[in-house]
């Protein structure tokens, strides 16, 4: 006999009646339940909205402080909560934010923060514009060899001109050196551990760069040096063959190191600097715009912070180093190219910048240079380097170690820069001369890896070398670039440089994508 369905469900189920009919009748009734319950639950406040709507009350995403503001109400209408068809009591929304019980009812991630959303917005439609991460180490180093930048060490004689700077600072008394020692000493048990790069990042790392002599209190760097935490670099990137067609390639992640050293633009440049072309002031520093980005120019060491688990010389640390360094280098040519031949000379010569690897094992400093590639080396180089390479042949023998260079001396500036040039490369660019090298500097590991050690390595290149050397070679640079860029015709209109005239005409990828 046919079942009637008009007639009343309300009771029990009839039988021959499919569950699935069943079931569909339920959910009306479900709902306004749902409904009914949160009427009563929650009491309607006023709002622009249409009052005829059921309101929950619940606190902003995000969190709100409940001691100084008032929860504010959240508007749902009544018609979201019945599309999620959920069977979620309606109640339990009173002391959950209902937002977030809204997202689990659907299955909806949390909205994504707005970063991410204008990332994936640049690179979704093109997928090549991504970069290449250090961590995808082979197509990393095949991106630094477009790059002209060697991956293997070739000698500087210049180390030993800066080993020989002596800078004045304060110094530490017996009892301090015994405080710090000790303390060093406890960071690094603590770090072994606790084989975090964060814990290590916040206690050795910073004890390295003894910031409250060499920074902070020096006779020598007053308000000079600076430093930077994982501040990335959104300078223009430097020349690269990867920008040509054929190599259909991607461009590296730019440099975000874990420290940074710098020198204070206010002391560097402490007059014209908003006249200084856009393009100018991004080379200089690497950090962008801003109050606490520019405060920092021309960047000459960083450091790297690995795991216990991490080689000082692995392979991964060792391409972020080299992509930081030849960046650095890439950006003070171009500032001392604008300057002037004379300034490129003492570029070539004197310039260095300086990366560190350290773990919990040991620590392993660099010292990076740029030469000039192929077709670039003149008569003057050519017998800079026959003279320096014979004259560490014949100290070589003698037993002496690399030559030592005379601080001042430019008969040996031109030796030190030129000699024992490693193979020429060819240039990427014809106007862009550059191929970048390497020395290692210092490594320490297992009982030398100490506070002493490490600071008094540290003591040489920030104080002696950036302060004694590299920061009269910018500063004398400094004056011909501000007096050649700032026109002095009653307004100081400044001379143009448009975006990429620093890196060659090349296109980067509009995301800023960092190591």
Request: net charge neutral; hydrophobic share 30%; aromatic share 10%.
């Amino acid at each position: 006999m046919p079942v009637q369905t008009g007639s009343s469900t309300t009771g029990k189920p009839l039988d021959g009646i499919p569950s699935k009919t069943i079931r569909q009748n339920r959910k009306p009734l479900r709902k306004s339940q749902k409904r009914r319950k949160i009427e009563t639950a929650v009491e309607p406040v006023n709002s622009p909205y249409d009052s005829s709507l059921p309101v929950i009350e619940g606190n902003k995403r995000g969190g709100w402080n409940y001691t100084r503001e008032p929860r504010r109400s959240i508007e749902i209408p009544a018609r979201i909560l019945e599309d999620t068809g959920s069977d979620t009591d309606a109640s339990s929304t009173c002391t959950e934010d209902p937002w977030d019980v809204w997202y689990k009812d659907i299955g909806y991630l949390p909205p994504l923060d707005e970063s991410t959303i204008q990332l994936l917005e640049q690179i979704i439609p093109e997928p090549t514009m991504g970069r290449i991460s250090p961590t995808n180490i082979n197509q990393f180093e095949t991106g630094l060899g477009y790059r002209n930048i060697a991956l293997r060490s070739s000698i500087d004689p210049y180390i030993s001109s800066i080993r020989m700077f002596i800078s004045t600072t304060i110094q530490e008394t017996q009892e301090e050196t015994a405080r710090h020692n000790e303390a060093w000493k406890l960071d690094l048990e603590k770090s072994i551990f606790d084989p975090s790069e964060p814990v290590f990042q916040r206690t050795i790392m910073m004890s390295m760069i003894d910031r409250h002599r060499f920074i902070y209190g020096s006779l020598d760097n007053q308000r000079v040096i600076d430093f930077a935490v994982e501040r990335p670099w959104t300078c223009p990137p430097m020349p690269t063959r990867a920008s040509r067609l054929q190599f259909q390639s991607k461009f590296l992640t730019q440099p975000k190191p874990d420290l940074a050293i710098a020198f204070r633009t206010e002391y560097l440049i402490p007059q014209h600097w908003e006249s200084l072309p856009e393009a100018t002031r991004k080379i200089i520093c690497y950090e962008g715009e801003g109050e606490t980005q520019t405060a920092r120019s021309f960047h000459f060491m960083t450091i790297e912070a690995k795991t216990s688990f991490t080689d000082t010389d692995s392979r991964v640390a060792r391409a972020e180093c080299l992509n930081n360094a030849s960046q650095s280098l890439h950006n003070m040519y171009e500032f001392f190219k604008e300057a002037g031949e004379e300034h490129v000379d003492v570029f070539f010569n004197r310039v260095r910048f300086f990366s560190v690897v350290s773990t919990t094992r040991g620590i392993r400093i660099r010292i990076h240079r740029a030469c000039r590639a192929r077709g670039h080396r003149g008569e003057t180089a050519q017998r800079d380097i026959a003279e320096g390479a014979k004259e560490y042949r014949i100290t070589k023998r003698r037993g002496a170690g690399r030559p030592r260079g005379r601080r001042g001396g430019t008969a040996q500036r031109g030796i030190a820069g030129e000699a024992d040039q490693p193979p020429a490369k060819d240039p990427i660019f014809q106007d862009y001369p550059l191929q970048f090298e390497y020395d290692d500097y210092f490594e320490a590991s297992g009982p030398d890896f100490t506070r002493d050690n490490v600071v008094k390595a540290f003591e040489h290149i920030l104080l002696g070398y950036g302060i004694q050397e590299l920061l009269e070679i910018l500063q004398a640079a400094v004056d011909t670039v501000v007096e050649k860029l700032v026109r002095d015709d009653g307004d100081r209109t400044p001379l143009y440089r448009p975006d990429g005239f620093y890196s060659h005409g090349q296109v980067p990828p509009t995301g800023q994508i960092y190591n």
